[in-house]
């Protein structure tokens, strides 16, 4: 099987449970997932010349994810988000402010994996501040013409805003909300009030897009491309929490669609990885080879 090189880009931080933390950050938790099932898996982004930026680099390493793109700042702490996990599993986050990732530098180095990924994801949280978010436009904007990008939305307090949402469609070839999401995002676009299928389709044709991905939680989730729709029920799982579930949906996506897997069989494999995720704590769990396995042998249907 032929392994594609997808990166993710953007915020890498500590989640700070009240009892423990651990590695987080959508681009982080992206590439994990996407390693195990089988590409090179590597992390674009940028933390502290501390105690906690070393952690970072060890836990990285432990997960056999590439850390060459990792800038460190001396100037800037690591990032860390404060969560909090409600009895139903879903997470609430506190975010700090002026985090190393808010300063991502565009380099020669940033430019040549521009040029050699085949797959890019990125999000909104990322582009918070003018440097982070003028380096990742630079970034997905250098990527090859093949290249899959992938535009996962990723609303966080109020860091984000139309421009950022309106600009970041344009660069993407899909476009990953979860359900919560599409109604703030239509509302930020001048959107008109419809349902998700059709909200869907008109931010496929409006910006041209290959792909909508609406997720529904433990409900599953809904595909959109030009032709056709594919609506999956989910996997009804005992939660633990749902950090990173969504991310593992992403990457699972992401790796059946550089395969060229039809909607059903992107639908399914997305939605058994984000339900092995929410089923485990944490969002980087030691690998499963059974529910890898599934989720890579997944047949069209």
């Known amino acids: 099987m032929r392994k594609f090189t997808i990166a993710g880009l953007g915020e890498v931080l500590w989640d700070v449970f009240p009892t423990h933390k651990q590695l987080g950050g959508a681009p982080a938790n992206f590439a994990y997932i996407s390693s195990l099932l089988g590409d090179e898996a590597l992390v674009a982004s940028r933390i502290g010349a501390d105690d906690l930026g070393d952690e970072v680099v060890g836990r990285l390493r432990s997960l056999g994810i590439d850390i060459t793109y990792l800038q460190r700042d001396a100037e800037h702490a690591t990032g860390t988000v404060k969560v909090e996990v409600a009895g139903d599993g879903q997470p609430r986050f506190e975010i700090t402010q002026a985090a190393a990732w808010d300063f991502l530098e565009w380099t020669p180095a940033l430019q040549e994996l521009a040029g050699r990924v085949d797959a890019v ?3 909104s949280l990322a582009q918070r501040t003018k440097q982070s978010r003028e380096t990742i436009n630079r ?3 250098a990527t090859r013409e093949s290249a899959v990008r992938v535009f996962d939305v990723n609303l966080r307090q109020s860091y984000y805003s139309a421009e950022i949402l309106g600009a970041s ?12 999401e599409v109604p703030v995002v239509m509302q930020s676009l001048a959107a008109p009030k419809v349902d998700q299928l059709h909200a869907a389709q008109w931010l496929l044709q409006r910006f041209e897009l290959k792909l909508v991905c609406v997720t529904r939680g433990g409900s599953g989730s809904l ?3 030009r032709n056709a729709h594919d609506e999956h029920p989910g996997y009804r799982v005992t939660v633990a929490d749902t950090v990173g579930a969504g991310d593992a ?3 699972t996506l992401v790796h059946h669609y550089l395969r060229g897997s039809n909607l059903a069989t992107m639908n399914d494999a997305a939605n058994r990885m984000g339900a092995w995720i929410a089923s485990v704590p944490g969002a980087t769990p030691a690998a499963d080879p059974v ?3 599934k989720a890579r042998a997944t047949v069209d249907g």
């Open 291 to 293: 529910q890898i396995e």
């Open 139 to 141: 970034f997905v904007t």
């Open 249 to 251: 949906f992403t990457a």
């Open 121 to 123: 994801c990125f999000g």
């Open 223 to 225: 595909l959109v491309n």
């Open 169 to 180: 469609a344009e660069k993407a070839d899909i476009l990953k909300l979860n359900e919560d």
